[in-house]
């Protein structure tokens, strides 16, 4: 199994940015591709963004290309999502995840590790 703890949200101003972190623990995430989703209040999880194990690939929503990016760095087993120009939308617990397909997904059902989740908010 795999551990995720989220960090790095907060609240934030409309067009200001954030940064946040994903530390995995136990077993090694090197091989996995992983992703960010998010949920607003009353809504369903969404898909953010996805990044293959190698960091060469990357997936985003429609609704945050252009604005975010997604890294990773897999010798310090964390995964990042660089969020800019950011928007009252945009405003939700974030989620990173990992799965041990090869292949990017914004299906949530196919992330089999999950971490607690991050708030953020956009707001003035």
């Known amino acids: 199994q795999v551990q995720l703890v989220e960090s790095g949200g907060g609240l934030v101003q409309p067009g200001g940015s954030v940064r946040l972190s994903c530390a995995a623990s136990g077993r090694t995430v090197n091989s996995h591709a992983m992703a960010w989703f998010r949920q607003a209040p009353e809504k369903e999880r969404e898909f953010v963004a996805a990044i293959s194990w190698v960091g060469g690939d990357t997936y985003y929503a429609n609704s945050v290309k252009g604005r975010f990016t997604i890294s990773r760095d897999n010798a310090k087993n964390t995964l990042y999502l660089q969020m800019n120009n950011l928007k009252p939308e945009d405003t939700a617990v974030y989620y990173c995840?990992?799965?041990?397909?090869?292949?990017?997904?914004?299906?949530?059902?196919?992330?089999?590790?999950w971490g607690q989740g991050t708030q953020v908010t956009v707001s003035s």
């Open positions: 995840a990992s799965t041990p397909l090869m292949v990017l997904t914004a299906s949530p059902i196919m992330y089999d590790d």
